[in-house]
């Protein structure tokens, strides 16, 4: 293999948490570092040094070992360094083995007063990483048996590792692929650092706020009045100019002079100052930093590089920072009462988490909890997402016995992959709603396959969403009625719901409502909705809401209340608190018109909605969710006959050629190797030759451009179909070829037909990864938009859920009498392409159209694949911080 360098490759260091939440840097070996190795194996122990090199080394040894490890990193060798601020605490490193290339001997050294904090696991994950990159498929290692922490690093690392014991030495085995397997411990590993790295963020024992001034009015003031006001449980001092004390709170003019240790520092000074500020914080021992300070990445090219340049030395001093440009952090746990944040009020205790990356948004949610009752466990304005990200909260609140659902919203993403990873472990455990900005800026690429097309931004994190059981509102108001529904109340066991009410026109809506997002009405034995008429008493209102609740025909129950001069609403909603309270497992929600502000009935706060349009979709959301988590994940598929070294050669020697639109031979080809099969086609170069081969083939036929840069053959006259003789063809030959690129020639079909047409295929986004589609093909897959989006990995679970997905899933089992699909095959094929897109990333686009699906077969009539090389993309297991490039927005 060609040697590549670590910057050629996209790898030029990043960030990890170690196991205590502190921060290293994982990057390539340098000459450089020459000295800083020879000071770490100078400062080991003899017994450090007899485990790794089973004897202590000689000084000539140890200079031919650092020799070795400050080679270039190529197909050969592979060194990792840890590095922890300007000091290296540890080093691993891999050396091929065999001429086949597939196997390097690795070798791992932590410094000793560095050990037990992960390192060595997070050497290990980033080695096997460069390793497979490089195409070494295992580690292999030399380990004492007495060298139980290397043993338990190298066990715990994967669950496909082994160990043999052969004289007196024991070896081991590491896979270098990633597997679904190794999901479980890495998440372990990944949410225990979180927790340790947020500490001094979300529970710190120390706050000092950095700009608070005496005037009121301005942030920083306003900001420490509302730490004291809240009752912040720890220490609390103010920084300014004059050192004078802030009603009562002690001041310090500097930093410098703040009593160390502190967790955490709030900066509100102009944004050419946060630097040296937060320098002055590195001396006393802060952990952590919310810098409500605008002027970085969202002003332009010197703000972004700013923020970067804050957040490297923030990195480099194990200091985790939220923002710039924020609103600030709330925890409202009794034993911290943190509200470090500009925030107009500060909400009452709760179950839900927030998440933002506007501050305006985040103060519209801070104040719908506060109205409702349902209250705020944590809240977090992420601002520009310079370094604390929504990835690294949601790997925080999983364990979070305060936070009962969790609210995002967010602008942009940086590793979606782990996000989907990380979000869908949290959503197994508590409800996700995020509202994600940027529908309306889906553009469709000029000249894109259908699949690509279909693949926007805005339907590739739909997909992401679903896949993830992440809620996905319809806007601020939707969010904000979700989160009511789904913080602290029982999910619905179905999509039933009983409407009692009394107010016959609001039940008639709630009812249309409720069918238009998907929940059933049942008639059963009684009327739904039910009409109590307005003069209802609460003794009448509270039993007929009793039945519904005891009936076993609804999951959910909508109580719908309008208050009038002849009645009390208010005597109404005890009665039915009462009954609320007496069925806890039961989904419910009220509708109160006329009847004052009540926001929540009932001793377990059901929740109550101004029209029944919002209590129903909120219903909805909790419905769907609950569904989302009684299904199972499913698992990886197997899928037998293919042969990933014939496609991988394939691969290759298309993107020697310069990749792109791959001709329809070459197509065939790689998506054989996967068991994929396409109707055989013939290319013919001039009119003779088409009739020709329609004559092997047998009528009717298609003609079709055979130029594979022709995405779209039916709109540019590129294809003719039902030609019956060797004149038809003839004739069509010339209009046909003449839709592609001079001498592309023709392809020539036996026509085919199937009771349905569908589109199938896949698109790669380097952030997203791939995605499989599916959908009506022919032209209504542009006209009707009908299509279902899984990304990658796919388990044998999701292809029998795309295509029931469908709008025009009826179709496929048999509508009106029409024979049934055979929709085992059509899973094979879309687990197929699934398969083929996780292990062929450089598929840009690969665009099945039509697939012909009927009883006894599912056949692709036509093909296009474009082939592109792949750059750096994330990696949704290995352990990393959010990138620090100067690019405004960072990753969620």
């Not at 002849?566 to 007496?582: K, Y």
Request: include cysteine.
């Amino acid at each position: 293999m060609t040697a590549t360098t670590a910057s050629e490759s996209g790898y030029d260091g990043v960030d990890a948490l170690a196991a205590d939440g502190g921060i290293v840097t994982l990057r390539p070996v340098r000459p450089a570092d020459r000295r800083a190795l020879a000071q770490m194996y100078g400062e080991a122990t003899p017994d450090a040094l007899r485990m790794r090199f089973f004897a202590v080394p000689s000084s000539g040894t140890l200079a031919a070992e650092i020799d070795r490890l400050c080679l270039p990193e190529g197909g050969r060798h592979i060194a990792v360094l840890a590095q922890e601020g300007d000091q290296v605490v540890g080093v691993a490193s891999g050396e091929r083995t065999d001429d086949t290339g597939r196997r390097a001997e690795f070798s791992v050294f932590v410094s000793a007063s560095h050990r037990g904090r992960g390192i060595g696991t997070l050497l290990l994950e980033h080695l096997a990483a460069r390793a497979h990159h490089h195409g070494i498929s295992e580690l292999i290692g030399e380990v004492l048996p007495n060298n139980f922490p290397m043993l338990r690093v190298a066990r715990d690392l994967s669950a496909r590792a082994w160990s043999r014991f052969d004289d007196g030495i024991v070896d081991v085995g590491l896979d270098t692929a990633d597997d679904e397997s190794d999901e479980p411990a890495v998440d372990v590993r990944d949410r225990a650092a979180e927790r340790a790295s947020l500490r001094a963020l979300l529970s710190p024992a120390s706050v000092a706020v950095v700009g608070a001034g005496r005037k009121p009015g301005g942030v920083g003031h306003e900001t420490l009045c509302g730490l004291r006001e809240y009752g912040f449980t720890g220490d609390l001092y103010a920084v300014n100019r004059s050192g004078t004390p802030i009603d009562g709170i002690p001041a310090f003019r500097s930093v410098c002079d703040l009593p160390a240790p502190v967790d955490l520092l709030v900066i509100a000074v102009p944004a050419d100052q946060v630097a040296a500020v937060l320098a002055d914080g590195a001396t006393v021992g802060v952990r952590a930093a919310i810098v409500l300070s605008a002027g970085f990445g969202e002003t332009g090219p010197q703000g972004r590089r700013r923020q970067c340049e804050l957040v490297r030395f923030a990195r480099s001093h194990g200091i985790r920072l939220v923002g710039p440009n924020c609103l600030g952090v709330v925890n409202t746990d009794p034993r911290v009462r943190l509200d470090a944040s500009f925030a107009p009020g500060t909400p009452p205790a709760g179950g839900l988490a927030v998440a933002a990356q506007s501050g305006a948004v985040g103060i519209a949610l801070l104040d719908d909890a506060t109205r409702s009752g349902h209250g705020i466990s944590t809240f977090v304005s992420l601002g520009n997402k310079a370094d604390v990200s929504g990835n690294d909260l949601i790997a925080y609140w999983y364990d979070d016995p305060a936070t009962r659902a969790v609210a995002l919203y967010l602008e942009s993403f940086g590793n979606p992959r782990k996000f989907a990873r990380t979000v869908r472990a949290l959503a197994r455990r508590k409800p996700v709603m995020a509202l994600k900005s940027g529908r309306s800026g889906a553009g469709q690429r000029a000249g894109a396959s259908h699949t690509a097309a279909a693949a926007a931004p805005a339907a590739t994190v739909d997909a992401l969403f679903a896949q993830a059981g992440v809620i996905r509102p319809d806007g601020l108001d939707d969010l904000m009625d979700a989160a009511r529904m789904l913080t602290g109340q029982p999910l619905p066991t179905g999509r039933r719901i009983a409407i009692v009410g009394n107010a016959g026109g609001l039940n008639v809506l709630a009812a249309d409502a409720a069918e238009a997002a998907g929940l059933i009405v049942p008639a059963g034995g009684g009327e739904n909705p039910l009409d109590l008429g307005a003069g209802a008493t609460p003794a009448a209102f509270a039993a007929a809401a009793a039945a519904a609740a005891l009936g076993g025909t609804a999951d959910m129950v909508l109580l719908v209340v309008i208050g009038t001069r002849a009645n009390r609403p208010a005597d109404i909603m005890t009665a039915l608190g009462a009954v609320a309270d007496r069925h806890p497992e039961l989904a419910m929600a009220a509708v109160l018109v006329g009847g004052g502000p009540l926001t929540r009935f009932g001793k377990r706060g059901v929740p109550v909605f101004d029209v029944p349009e919002r209590a129903v979709r909120a219903l909805a959301h909790a419905a769907g969710y609950g569904e989302w988590r009684r299904q199972p994940l499913g698992r990886r598929p197997e899928l037998p006959g293919i042969d990933r070294a014939g496609a991988r050669s394939a691969v290759q020697r298309a993107l020697a050629e310069g990749g792109g639109w791959q001709p329809y031979e070459w197509t065939a080809e790689i998506l054989a190797a996967y068991g994929i099969g396409i109707a055989p086609a013939v290319t013919a170069a001039d009119a003779a030759a088409a009739a020709a081969a329609a004559e092997a083939v047998g009528y009717p036929v298609v003609l079709k451009s055979a130029d594979p840069e022709l995405v779209h053959k039916t709109d540019s006259g590129g294809v003719r179909i039902g030609l019956l003789g060797p004149t038809a063809v003839r004739h069509a030959f010339r209009s046909v070829a003449a839709a592609g690129r001079p001498g592309s020639g023709v392809l020539v079909q036996r026509q085919l037909s199937e009771p349905v047409e569908l589109v199938a295929g896949v698109a790669h986004d380097p952030l997203f990864g791939s995605v499989v589609l599916l959908g009506l093909g022919g032209v209504h897959t542009d006209l009707l938009g009908d299509r279902a989006l899984r990304l990658v990995p796919m388990t044998d679970l999701d292809a029998g859920r795309m295509w029931r997905g469908l709008r025009a899933a009826p179709l496929l089992t048999g509508y009106r009498g029409a024979p049934a699909v055979d929709t085992g095959a059509l899973e094979d094929l879309l687990l197929r392409l699934g398969r083929l897109a996780e292990d062929f990333p450089e598929i840009a686009e690969l665009d099945l159209n039509p697939v012909l699906a009927g009883p006894d077969r599912v056949t692709a009539v036509d093909a296009k694949l474009r082939l592109a090389p792949v750059g750096a993309e994330p990696d949704p297991l290995l352990r990393r911080l959010s990138a620090t490039e100067p690019a405004g927005k960072e990753s969620s």
